[in-house]
């Protein structure tokens, strides 16, 4: 029996908190319009992630650098208008907090104020600890990531498995610390070693929220189109299809193209 069922209230940061001390997992999942939040938030949903893969899945671009902070505040006052009970998180797009902390701050603020979102999440580790801690500090709930973080694709050379090496590992911790000692309440860890997302898994009081890393995060986060399956192109490890909605959706379109070729759609009783 999950949170959910016990509690009907609107999940918040601090409940996040209660579930990982709790050890109730936590079930993450994006999306980027109203329609989809709103099923996603009655399905159960703990929370919804408006990430910068719009920028991907919605806009159709290769990675998710070309998004703007206007784009993502669209996206994001849909589903939050969505949402009755989930925790809503919107992602800082890449530019809107890089240049300095007092830009993040403000761009942060923006962000909740003209989408209604009830957190937003940053990338990044020690070097944005600062400006994490003035977002905390502005009332405004963050969420970290470490591991691979899209952002800085070009950087990291690809969208390979990171952490792998001892240096690398020591430097994610260290970076998971700081963003906890920052404020941050929640932590994504992606595509890095379960054993180190375990590890520091129990090292934070922040919930941590895996996707490529193992089960021994506090839960797991997918983006809806691959979870549910609308595409059959992308297929990484860690990705399992819940759903086949790309046959699904093919299907009535085609049922609808047929019937309307044939003359059947709309019928007697679907006409005025």
């Known amino acids: 029996m999950g949170y959910l069922t016990t509690d009907k209230k609107k999940i918040t940061a601090k409940t996040f908190i209660e ?12 999306a980027y319009d109203y329609t989809t939040a709103a099923i996603l938030d009655a399905a159960g949903i703990d929370s919804i992630l408006i990430g910068d893969s719009a920028s991907n899945i919605v ?17 994001a006052r849909a589903v939050a208008k969505a949402c009755q009970h989930c925790l809503t998180v919107c992602d800082m797009p890449f530019g809107s907090y890089q240049v300095s902390s007092e830009e ?3 761009n942060a603020i923006r962000i909740a104020k003209e989408s209604g979102v009830d957190a ?3 990338e990044g580790g020690e070097e944005i600890a600062d400006t994490v801690r003035g977002i905390v500090n502005a009332g405004i709930p963050v969420v970290g990531h470490l591991g691979l973080t899209p952002q800085s694709i070009h950087k990291l050379g690809g969208y390979g498995l990171q952490a792998k090496e001892e240096t690398e590992a020591l430097k ?4 998971a610390r700081a963003l906890d000692k920052a404020g941050a309440f929640c932590i994504v860890l992606e595509k890095v070693p379960a054993e180190l997302a375990a590890q520091v898994t129990k090292v934070v009081k922040a919930a941590t929220i895996g996707i490529g890393a193992g089960n021994g995060t506090d839960g797991q986060v997918l983006v809806y189109a691959d979870a549910l399956g609308m595409s059959h192109r992308f297929r990484p490890k860690f990705l399992r299809y ?19 070729r044939e003359g059947t759609f709309p019928s007697d009783e679907e006409s005025y």
């Open 120 to 122: 937003v999440k940053l």
């Open 59 to 75: 806009c159709g671009n290769d990675d998710t650098l070309p998004i703007t902070l206007e784009q993502m505040i669209y996206h």
């Open 172 to 175: 994610l911790m260290a970076d």
């Open 104 to 106: 993040g701050i403000r």
């Open 19 to 30: 579930m990982k001390a709790a050890g109730q997992k936590i079930a993450q999942m994006t």
């Open 242 to 260: 819940f759903a086949d909605m790309e046959k699904c959706m093919t299907e009535g379109v085609q049922a609808y193209v047929g019937s309307v």
